[in-house]
């Protein structure tokens, strides 16, 4: 394997899980059981694996105008990175049971701390442990310094995505959340339905066979092909409820070969913090 790969499969890991540069990070969460990760991971991990809580390890504390999983604070984590004994040498593995719709937050924030050794598996737990022990004890590392360089091309805020939409006529906004939450036909989890007005609709679903494995990258760009203005050469950012699942954007993007787009953090839960902003309702 590269070590700038994104994508990894499980013979990949299995043959370097004992190479002592390697970290493998379990993401496993569940928004409506926040306990319910943990939990899993202690029941049963990919040896060697630490376990990476969506809300306290990969976000920040939520603020009254913010979304639901700000981005962390660098220098935070950086300290969360070398609790696991990860340094910028380390190549490092995140891996969930969701096709990749929370690891794939690590494998951003890596990516935006200038981390390029970062995969997730593909798969996940599931692939793995069709042929493959779990473990259940913790491991241990010595605490190490990784050195963070965020970087902030890669996150619009609430103020850029306003602006951008009202006067780039070629600015392309993509939401990950799946058709039902995007149309406002339902909402199980922020407190107004809809979308933001000008966004498309490409549910990360997309970027997964049946089987919850990654489409090729031949496919994830015909895919691609199909959302007006995506990974051209105007502007072009990822959304979904909270900023998380837009990540799964992200990585099929860059896995398809297509300009990186950047995050909208806030996403949907923070725009609708503000009653005066627009909300858009129906596939359009």
Known sequence: MRSNENLISVNELRANLQQP?????????????????????????????????????LAGPV???????????????????????????????????AGGAIAARLWWLCKWCGHQQVAVLDGGIQAWARSNELATDRPSAAETIFDVNPDSNKV??????????????????????????????QEPIDAVAGHIPGALNYPFSHNLDESGKWLSPARLRERWAAVPGAGGDEPWAVMCGSGVTACHLALAAECAGLSAPALYVGSWSEWIREPSRPVARGAT
Do not use: K
């Open 21 to 57: 540069h390697w970290r493998v990070v379990d993401c496993r969460f569940s928004l409506q059981d926040p306990s319910l990760g943990r939990q899993q991971y202690e029941n049963g991990h990919i040896p060697g694996a630490h376990y990476a809580d969506l809300d306290r390890d």
């Open 63 to 97: 603020t009254a105008s913010s979304g639901r999983h700000p981005l962390p604070d660098p220098i935070d984590f950086a300290r969360t990175l070398g609790r696991w004994g990860i340094t910028n040498r380390s190549q490092v593995v995140a891996y969930d049971d």
């Open 156 to 185: 619009v805020s609430t103020p850029d995505v306003e602006r951008m939409l009202a006067g780039n006529a070629g600015f392309c906004l993509v939401d990950a959340r799946d058709p039902a939450r995007f149309g406002g036909e």
